[in-house]
């Protein structure tokens, strides 16, 4: 056999395993990732493309992201976190939980003011003739970086203190958005990603106030080992098919 | 770090709340255990199963349909409104009500079978001893069923002390009016606030064991006086 | 004042089918063997059971009707039940003071008192229920139905949850009670000792039915009711104190049809007595037997006879207008060829004074 020839084979052999290793990998891995709730919609769908193309098997968990981070903390046995904010991510990094240098932002959330009864007037003037409100839904600034964007919002309107006594907390967004829904508070500050999803649109009047009222919100990801399969996940959750997902779901890109 | 006035706060609510239920479920229990304890209704255990519910069903279940009761376009809601009432959800009212599903059976079970182990005798004597019946209700099935009483009492404070999944849905976290000791100590686990978790949470824990050492302890000398 | 009642209820094993008046003094005993509706009878009387086709009248007033039912707090009935069933939660003063609190009646103060005493249970009340012996227990059970001042009082076999000493412990009481008492006592039992001792009534039931009422001497003597056939067959007579004879310890007691001797202690004279004399106890001799151990012999005509079986015949005899029991062989019968219509004497062993 001559030079050429093996070389051939071998080019051959390095494409195939390439392509093996591409679609199936040598071993499909299973990764766990500990999502945020309000991501939910948004990564089942990432990660039925992300399935396909790279034959792993990704467990989800969803839930708030304290929780997550104290079973992190406390030993879990996740491979990726994506929070709903900048902040636990960053204490995880920073106490070498997280792998370094893995933090992303992989998501901006986008905030939004809806009531689900027709109005009379403009959402916004509800907002601040607020007399008329018996409760205005927010997620617990405390714990939700929606919750502090809500209030920053309030504050730059100059409505914060007023409206103090008929504020209502949802211990997250997602609970904000079922006292809203429910028709228990007219008022509520959700997110944009759950007014306007590929799967269904709620009806009622919204009102997106301008990015300059708020902080950004930056929901990050890190890597929790270094395991192969979770650093494609990462990688895939960058790429131009995820954040076209992202998008979709009513997110803005950082 | 010692317990904050937010947190005092709390406490003061959880036992306010765990208060007016535990008198409002006695009040309503009473006449419904009663009436279980002697009912020979066929479908009488269609009504049992669903007080029995609670003990089963997911606080958070419970919580959510609450929920869309209370709102404007539920059951009860509309009810309040139609009688020109304010909106029941993140009201202590509200809870108040989510709290007597909650510990219903807690309450009624108990008494249902004080008042069926009183058995008839006591109650056919009574009359014949011209006793009419609000009369013997009071003067001979209160007492002998003071136990019952006692239990019933204990066990749907204590569970209302405990509430969590009813009050998460629809509470609505205000301070002084529904935030109760256990959302507080849920949220500062939540925000890492773990000692201020610690204190909350050892407080409740031993403001729940003392009171059930000398509920306990005092019904026990009741009963063993007698032989 | 009388009971006239007429009810009829199904139940399981039976249906209570009765029509009857019941007298306005005395004792009236139901009786009749288990399961023949004696207890239902008193409890509907009561007003503790509803019987959709009743009638009950007491004295002028209509307990129930077709329109009617008074509740059983309304009714004015002492009531025993079979178990001593006390209050637990109350001492026997306490038990006692709960009817008597309910009435507005002046006069039932003196009542408490005297029953009190009557029962022997002063002693008792402060002690808690479950100290006391099932006897005292029933005895203060009587107390209260009593103190409550009731136009009738109603007893469902007190007795029998008793053992035999602590029964002829309490007996006694009973019948003071009863000859104190001037409303009518309604005694359920299927005990016929009972019956015979206390008495002066009798309702026979059977399957819910009323197979006889009259008084007692005269059913416990009739030979057309199984009474008169059981093995401890007897006569009750009603006799009243003729003499006293203290040195051989002898009272006479005498009936319309003759006179008895029976060992007795001191009784007063004239007193009336009740006499219980067993049918196998009386034997029949055709001619007056003389220079014999046997204290009453009395005249008397033979009247009907029933064979038990082969061996045994009952023989009511009749002392004037007062029947006696016989219970003899039917060989002797035969042999002395005894015929209804004969006139012969009568021979009784003992006699037995119930008082």
């Known amino acids: ?254 | 770090m010692i317990l904050s006035e937010q947190d005092l706060t709390a406490l003061f609510v959880t036992l306010k709340l765990a208060s007016v239920s535990t008198l409002v479920l006695l009040i309503i229990g009473t006449p419904l255990a009663w009436w279980l304890s002697k009912s020979q209704w066929r479908f009488k255990y269609v009504i049992e199963a669903i007080i029995a519910l609670p003990l089963i069903l997911p606080p958070t279940v419970l919580g959510f349909y609450l929920l869309i009761s209370l709102g404007p376009n539920g059951p009860i809601g509309g009810l309040v409104s139609m009688l020109g009432g304010a909106p029941l959800a993140f009201t202590f009212t509200g809870l108040v009500i989510g709290s007597v599903f909650y510990s219903m059976p807690f309450v009624v079970q108990p008494l249902q079978n004080a008042f069926a182990s009183i058995g008839n005798r006591p109650l056919e004597v009574a009359a014949t001893l011209r006793a009419s019946p609000i009369d013997r209700f009071f003067t001979i099935v209160v007492p002998m069923a003071k136990p019952g009483f006692i239990t019933a009492g204990v066990l749907g404070f204590a569970h209302t002390l405990g509430e969590f999944g009813v009050v998460l849905m629809i509470g609505g976290n205000i301070p002084g009016s529904t935030q109760v000791a256990s959302i507080a100590i849920y949220d500062h686990v939540e925000a890492l606030e773990y000692g201020q978790a610690h204190w909350l949470s050892g407080s409740l824990l031993l403001f729940s064991f003392l009171l059930l050492i000398f509920v306990y302890g005092a019904n026990r000398r009741y009963t063993v006086a007698k032989p | 004042m009388s009971i006239a009642l007429r009810f009829r209820l199904q139940r399981d094993e039976f249906l209570l089918n009765v029509d009857t008046v019941i007298p306005e003094t005395g004792v009236t005993a139901i009786f009749g063997p288990s399961g023949s509706g004696k207890t239902t009878l008193l409890r509907t009387i009561a007003g503790l059971e509803y019987a959709e086709d009743g009638y009950l009248k007491v004295g002028d007033i209509i307990w129930q009707d077709d329109r009617t039912f008074l509740p059983t707090h309304h009714r004015k009935v002492g009531y025993v039940f079979q178990e001593p069933s006390l209050f637990d939660h109350l001492n026997v003063q306490a038990n006692i003071n709960y009817g008597v609190r309910r009435i507005k009646d002046e006069s039932s103060k003196h009542v408490l008192q005297q029953t009190t005493k009557l029962l022997d249970i002063e002693q008792l009340l402060k002690r808690m229920p479950w100290q006391l012996s099932g006897g005292e227990q029933q005895r203060v059970a009587i107390a209260r139905a009593l103190a409550a001042s009731p136009s009738m009082l109603l007893l469902d076999e007190p007795l029998a949850a008793l053992g035999d000493e602590q029964k002829a412990a309490i007996l006694p009481y009973l019948e003071s009670v009863y000859k104190t008492l001037n409303i009518p006592v309604l005694y359920v039992s299927h005990s016929r000792d009972e019956v015979a001792r206390l008495a002066d009534h009798l309702l026979l039931l059977e399957s819910g039915e009323i197979k006889a009422c009259g008084p007692t001497s005269e059913l416990f003597a009739a030979l057309d009711l199984p009474l008169a056939h059981q093995a401890n067959a007897e006569t009750i007579i009603t006799t009243s104190v003729l003499g006293y004879d203290k040195d051989y310890g002898l009272a006479t007691l005498v009936f319309s049809g003759g006179q008895f001797s029976v060992v007795s202690g001191p009784l007063p004279l004239g007193s009336r007595v009740r006499l219980q004399v067993l049918a196998r106890d009386v034997s029949i001799t055709l001619e007056q037997q003389t220079n014999t151990s046997i204290l009453n012999i009395i005249p008397v005509t033979i009247g009907q006879m029933v064979k038990q079986n082969n061996a045994q015949i009952t023989v009511r005899l009749m002392a004037d207008d007062t029947a006696l029991l016989s219970k003899i062989s039917c060989k002797s019968a035969y042999d002395l060829n005894l015929k209804e219509g004969d006139k012969v004497y009568a021979q009784v062993k003992t006699a037995a004074i119930l008082i």
């Open chain 1, 1 to 254: 056999m001559d030079a050429f020839a093996i070389k051939q084979i071998a080019i051959n052999l390095t494409l195939i395993l390439a392509l093996w290793s591409g679609s199936t990998s040598i071993l499909s891995d299973e990764i766990r990732v500990a999502v945020a709730s309000n991501f939910s919609m948004a990564m089942k769908a990432i990660t039925a493309e992300f399935e396909t193309i790279s034959g792993h098997q990704v467990v989800l968990s969803f839930g708030s992201t304290g929780k997550h981070y104290a079973q992190i903390i406390n030993g879990a046995p996740f491979d990726v976190f994506l929070a709903a904010d900048a902040l636990r991510p960053t204490i995880l990094e920073q106490q070498g939980v997280a792998q370094s240098n893995s933090r992303i932002t992989y998501a901006r959330g986008k905030l939004v003011l809806w009531t689900s009864k027709p109005e009379t007037q403009t959402i916004k003037e509800s907002l601040l003739n607020y007399q008329d409100i018996r409760h205005l839904a927010i997620a617990n600034p405390k714990l939700s970086p929606y919750g502090i964007a809500a209030q920053q919002v309030m504050t730059n309107l100059n409505v914060w203190l007023s409206l103090q006594t008929k504020l209502v907390r949802g211990e997250n967004i997602a609970q904000a958005f079922q006292f809203v829904h429910s028709g228990n508070a007219e008022l509520g500050f959700i997110a944009y990603s759950q007014a306007f999803n590929p799967e269904s649109a709620v009806r009622g009047s919204f009102w997106l106030p301008s990015q300059s009222l708020y902080s950004p919100i930056d929901q990050q990801a890190v890597l929790l080992n270094d395991k192969k399969a979770s650093k494609d996940f990462l990688r895939f959750l960058e790429g131009s098919l995820a954040r076209q997902i992202i998008q979709n779901y009513g997110y803005d890109l950082p």
